[in-house]
């Protein structure tokens, strides 16, 4: 099973173990851009968006398949924690009322607003409830 480890705010933690939140976002950026998502371009696959070759061919940008997600609340050793189901994921990029790609520019590298949506299933475990 691949999971994916994340931090998580009370509120949200308990809204997926009570079954209110089904959805758990988390936005891309240069840094974390490895851990959420990765490149096809031309039938082939990066990790890395600057290993894509510069053309004018179409880049799809496809969420890594997570089978759960590992919501740690806190930072404790005996933090409370949850695994939930990742039923599907999608990318979405934010944009502007124009419909126009919202962008950012972080380090000298200008990229897309945009967040991986994980929706989620059934929880499966839980410790230090």
Request: charged share 35%.
């Given at each position: 099973m691949k999971v994916l480890t994340l931090q998580i705010n009370k509120e949200c933690f308990q809204d997926?173990?009570?079954g209110k939140?089904?959805?758990?976002?988390?936005?891309?950026?240069?840094?974390?851009?490895?851990?959420?998502?990765?490149?096809?371009?031309?039938?082939?696959?990066?990790?890395r968006q600057e290993d894509i070759p510069d053309d004018d061919k179409e880049i799809e940008v496809i969420p890594i398949k997570y089978d759960a997600l590992y919501l740690i609340n806190g930072r404790r050793k005996d933090a409370p924690r949850l695994t939930v189901e990742v039923k599907s994921a999608e990318y979405v990029i934010f944009a502007d009322e124009e419909g126009n790609d919202l962008t950012k520019i972080e380090n000298g590298v200008e990229y897309l607003i945009s967040q991986v949506w994980y929706h989620l299933g059934k929880v499966i475990s839980t410790e230090n409830i």
């Amino acid at each position: 099973m691949k999971v994916l480890t994340l931090q998580i705010n009370k509120e949200c933690f308990q809204d997926i173990l009570n079954g209110k939140q089904d959805v758990e976002h988390r936005y891309v950026y240069p840094s974390n851009v490895s851990r959420y998502v990765y490149f096809r371009h031309d039938g082939k696959e990066y990790k890395r968006q600057e290993d894509i070759p510069d053309d004018d061919k179409e880049i799809e940008v496809i969420p890594i398949k997570y089978d759960a997600l590992y919501l740690i609340n806190g930072r404790r050793k005996d933090a409370p924690r949850l695994t939930v189901e990742v039923k599907s994921a999608e990318y979405v990029i934010f944009a502007d009322e124009e419909g126009n790609d919202l962008t950012k520019i972080e380090n000298g590298v200008e990229y897309l607003i945009s967040q991986v949506w994980y929706h989620l299933g059934k929880v499966i475990s839980t410790e230090n409830i």
